[in-house]
């Protein structure tokens, strides 16, 4: 049996989606299935190492979780030859000095999105790791979400005919922290623009790749973003200024002509299939897209309703869509590109979602934000 051992530097996992999505779901699980099986003689272990700036905090989850190394010293992770990929999930204003470190030391990069709050900065990253010849990747996890592939399967088989639309609905209530026994269930800084924060430049990263790669390419962008609760209460029950944008209302234009429009707000009480819903609609059929669920309707299934609204209803608009069956065993989406990634590490195997294309997600955030102050369509152009 060959065996590849890799040590995998994990900087800043002690966070909620850190600790649930990458380590425990991702490396761990990885870890657990006795690593990723290439062929029936070759194998890839992992060995993740904890690194941050709270000892308290990596020790406990390293005890927890049975992850033997872990340490507060990051240059001495670096400086070992043995740890061959460092990973960032640690605040976006802090990302810069950990890639450039993790440059430096020649270690394959793997990181978080945002990768910068502003396009140039993110730029500037992909380039310094191109021009040091060290792989690098960014987290494109809603590419792997089970809805998501079951939509990308009825693409590619024809289903839709032309797209002509696509509706996005993302976000849920996110408590102020002022109401007694509810108290807010995100981080502070996300409200704070001075330190990174906004749903803007949070969720528009993500909505770049989906489309690009699900629908087509981005042509231009017209957003306006809002900050509706203008006051939240933080970690210490202090309260604060909310300084960024808590909603944004998007449209996207696609370089094949078809319209996304996208809303994303924490400031909304959700009534529909998930916490992310997508509408397509097609020449030949639509769906309704969440994170695990997909229902289409075809066009000889489509209802023909007439407008009048002194009667209840007759048409449940409910029926008249079929769920689409599961194909295959979905396995967790953050875990599926952690596999590509080390993959394309260890055998050289193609991986196109590097920090470039992450730069293009800083891109149409920053975009939006114009459009937003600007009051008007922004174009996006190429970036290199």
Known sequence: MKTHRIGI?????????????????????????????????EVIEVDPILTGR????LRELAEKHNVERWTTDLDAALADDYNQIFFDASSTLHRARF???????GKAIYCEKPTAVETDEAVRLANLCR???????????????????????????GFFGEILSVRGEFGYWVFTGHDGDQPAQRPSWNYRK?????????????WRYLVDNVFGNIKSVSCLGATHIPERIDEQGKAYAATADDACYATFELENGVICQFNSSWDVRV?????????????????????????????????????????????????GWQEVPDATNYDNAFKIQWE????????????????????????????GLQSWAERKWVDLGELG
């Open 9 to 41: 530097i994990l900087n800043g996992v002690t966070g909620r989606m850190g600790t649930n999505q990458h380590l425990i779901r991702s490396i761990l699980a990885i870890r657990e299935e006795g690593g990723i099986r290439v062929s029936p003689d």
């Open 54 to 57: 709270n000892e308290n905090k």
């Open 99 to 105: 890639v450039e470190m993790a440059v430096k030391a």
């Open 131 to 157: 021009d040091a010849g060290v792989k690098n990747g960014v987290v494109h996890d809603k590419l792997w979400l089970t809805g998501i592939r079951k939509l990308k399967m009825l693409i590619d088989q």
């Open 194 to 206: 001075e330190d990174g924060g906004g749903i803007i430049i949070d969720m528009l990263c993500h």
């Open 271 to 319: 009534r529909r299939d998930d916490l992310f819903v997508m509408n397509v609609d097609g020449t030949k059929g639509s769906a309704v897209v969440g994170l695990r669920k997909c229902r289409v309707q075809s066009l000889g299934m489509t209802p023909k309703p007439v407008w009048n609204p002194d009667i209840d209803q007759p048409i449940d608009f409910y029926e």
């Open 340 to 367: 590509l990634f080390i993959r394309h590490v260890v055998l050289d195997e193609p991986f196109p979602y590097d920090l470039m294309e992450g730069a293009k997600g800083v891109q149409l955030a920053e975009a």
